[in-house]
């Protein structure tokens, strides 16, 4: 039997440069109010929408264009004001008391603020009544579900980003069984990278298979598991 390699726990980085992101119609709004930051109702814009649709990426390529650091909404500490703009990825997880005096004060300034999040401010569970009314205030761009051709081209550049050799055939066969989600895609390159190498060989069905196993049932893919598969390589 051909010895499995360790595979080691290396996320890829990810990749937030304007040039990679993916223009869709599930997007275009977004993208239209991020060219217009001089345009923003009280220099707020919230961009929201389902894990991995382009939000953190879309933060990112606003917070370059304006010169600024981008936020992580669980560990922001409010300290003063931003010195250009400010972009706050998972605001929805920022302490209110700091996430309220930071749009304070940058609307004191006039500089703009881009947050992210899962779901529409105004949703959110919040205890502090002025933070409230400020969210419910805020101009939103929501991101859609993304439409087929954006899930091939993202699982496409995924794949060819980890170097991993998929047929056209293969990723049309993946994305027929996958949720229809980008994080899905993402979750799916990640599967293919980790099992091609506990295999120690390309892509196959049985690699293929796996994949769609464990995202329907993630705990299931461990090694044991992976090694009870079916030694069959054929396409269906």
Not at 10 to 23: G, K, N, P, T, V
Not at 43 to 57: C, I, N, T, Y
Not at 141 to 161: C, F, K, V
């Amino acid at each position: 039997m051909m010895p499995r390699q360790f595979a080691l726990p290396f996320a890829l980085s990810q990749d937030y440069a304007e040039s990679s992101f993916l223009h869709a119609p599930c997007n275009e709004a977004a993208l239209i109010w991020l060219a217009q930051t001089q345009d923003w109702p009280m220099h707020r814009l919230a961009l929201w929408g389902r894990e991995g649709s382009g939000k953190s990426h879309l933060l990112h390529i606003w917070a370059n264009r304006q010169g600024c650091a981008v936020l992580r909404g669980p560990g922001l500490r409010f300290t003063g004001p931003e010195p250009v703009a400010a972009a706050v990825d998972d605001a929805d997880y920022a302490p209110e008391a700091d996430l309220l005096h930071l749009l304070n004060a940058m609307a004191e300034l006039g500089r703009p603020v881009l947050i992210a999040a899962r779901a529409a401010p105004a949703r959110w569970p919040t205890v502090l009544p002025d933070l409230a009314s400020r969210l419910r205030a805020m101009t939103t761009a929501e991101i859609l579900p993304a439409d087929d051709d954006l899930l091939r081209a993202l699982l496409s550049r995924l794949l060819r980003e980890r170097q991993l050799r998929v047929t056209d055939e293969m990723q049309s066969w993946l994305r027929l069984r996958l949720p229809r989600t980008q994080q899905a895609m993402y979750q799916a390159a990640a599967q293919v990278d980790r099992l091609t190498l506990l295999f120690g060989r390309g892509m196959t069905m049985q690699v293929a298979r796996a994949v769609v196993a464990a995202l329907q049932d993630p705990p299931a893919l461990d090694e044991d598991f992976a090694s009870a598969l079916p030694v069959s390589v054929g396409l269906l």
